[in-house]
Nanobody, 125 residues
Framework: QVQLVESGGGSVQAGGSLRLSCTAS????????MGWFRQAPGKEREGVAS??????AYADSVKGRFTISADNAKNTLYLQMNSLKPEDTAMYYC????????????????????WGQGTQVTVSS
């Protein structure tokens, strides 16, 4: 059974930084499409960033501020978040799908197959 475990969330003031991590168990991140999503109370889930097949993609709202990366030797996905804003406050989820089609096609934004339990990010003004 695939397990995705996020860590690194917390509370930070606007303008600050956080790095989220997602460790995948029994899953090869090297051949997957992986992504970060977020959901704030009362709002729809948003695809934040994805990585797979040597390409990455970002939501317009985070471009230039967030960076997604992966250490395939450690089966770990990261999301470096800089210049955080109060509107970035949300529960952040790591997700993955086998193969890279979702990343190549852009369909990752609609969701992926496996999900972590989430980590809370709170940005205060």
């Amino acid at each position: 059974q695939v397990q995705l475990v996020e860590s690194g969330g917390g509370s930070v003031q606007a303008g600050g930084s956080l790095r989220l991590s997602c460790t995948a168990s029994r899953y090869n991140t090297n051949t997957a499409c992986m992504g970060w999503f977020r959901q704030a109370p009362g709002k729809e889930r948003e695809g934040v960033a994805s990585i797979g097949s040597f390409r990455s993609a970002y939501a317009d709202s985070v471009k230039g501020r967030f960076t997604i990366s992966a250490d395939n030797a450690k089966n770990t996905l990261y999301l470096q978040m800089n210049s955080l804003k109060p509107e970035d406050t949300a529960m952040y989820y790591c997700a993955a799908s086998p193969g890279t089609y979702a990343c190549v096609s852009g369909s990752w934004r609609n969701g992926l197959s496996f999900w972590g339990q989430g980590t809370q990010v709170t940005v205060s003004s």
